[in-house]
């Protein structure tokens, strides 16, 4: 059950933006710290409706049980192609205007990336 507060932050951000709208795709190692919490600020956004993938680039299956949310491995040519070499690098589409956002280096709390989403909904209306 949410707490009173959570409910009114999940309110309160639905309307500076449309979640569907967005999809976000982080990839992470499932031995960095940065990474398990930005895992947990991809769940809260996808508690609050976006679409949300999180791409493992280790091969750990031993962590997964930790993992807030539901994760895939990253294909290593896709890791390349994004030419990642560190962790957790997140991106950001608007589907709305068919765009990418520049990718998002590190760990974010839940208030900087509503805040990224929000700002996007401004700027592209």
Known sequence: ????ERVRAIESTRSSFDPSRFRVRTYFDSKCPHCMRMLVTLKQ????????EALQIDRDRSANARFPLATA?????DVKKQGIQSVPLTLVADLKNKTVLNPISG????????????TLSKVSN
């Open 73 to 77: 491995f990253a294909d290593p040519a």
């Open 1 to 4: 059950q949410l707490g009173a």
């Open 45 to 52: 956004l996808q508690d609050m409706g976006v679409l949300v």
């Open 107 to 118: 760990f974010k709390s839940f208030d900087e990336m509503k805040g990224v989403l929000s």
